[in-house]
């Protein structure tokens, strides 16, 4: 178990939101966004929106179960860090990227967007309201940044999503995690 701090936004509009928390990491589970729990303080900060989250193996916002996650504004932002700060996916960029440099406890590559896990790469895709298709998307590309405690384990994650627009720029969108406090425990649903 860890506590966390997330932070993302997207360059080219409203879209950013705060997550902070504590999750836990079940190395067994297998590389899967499943892997990683989550029980955080969500803000949608374009919303005014603040709601507290568990991810476990069901879904609860405020205590309740949430059946229809659509229903729920504060899921998209929830299930957003939890895609960008699952540690089995955080492995998994490593384990996908080609050329990963590394220098002391820094790790870092890029990749093509659909070259991530489909859990992350569609995530990009719900932020944005679903408007890249995967062809779309494939186009883009993520850089990375892992930074390892003295114990292997995640200090620090940063991604950033780029994309290359008609008039030639090439707007960045930053998310980035921090981990604290790794000890042992386990996100538990409400109740």
């Known amino acids: 178990m860890a506590d966390f701090a997330f932070e993302g936004r997207i360059s080219q509009g409203t879209w950013s939101t705060k997550a902070t928390g504590r999750l836990s990491y079940d190395h067994g ?3 899967s966004p499943f892997d990683t729990r989550m029980d955080m303080k969500v803000t949608a900060e374009h919303l005014e929106l603040t ?6 193996d069901s879904d ?3 205590g309740k179960a949430v059946d229809n996650p659509a229903q729920e504004p504060i899921m998209l932002y929830a299930r957003c860090a939890h895609a960008m700060g699952a540690v ?14 590394a220098s002391k406890r820094r790790y870092s590559g890029v990749l093509a967007t659909t070259k991530a896990p489909a859990s992350l790469w569609r995530q990009i895709s719900a932020i944005n309201n679903d408007e890249f298709t995967e062809r779309q998307l494939a186009k883009t590309t993520l850089s990375w940044v892992l930074t390892l405690d003295q114990e292997n384990r995640p200090k620090s994650f940063e991604l950033s999503w780029h994309f290359l627009l008609d008039d030639g720029t090439r707007p960045t969108s930053p998310f980035e995690t921090r981990y604290s406090r790794w000890r042992e425990g386990r996100v538990s649903e409400p109740g």
Do not use: Y
Not at 51 to 56: D, E, I, M, S
Not at 88 to 101: C, K, M, S, Y
């Open 29 to 31: 589970a297998g590389s």
């Open 60 to 62: 609860h916002v405020e």
């Open 88 to 101: 089995g996916i955080v492995a998994d960029l490593a384990r996908l990227t080609e050329n990963v440099t």
């Open 51 to 56: 709601k507290h989250v568990v991810l476990a």
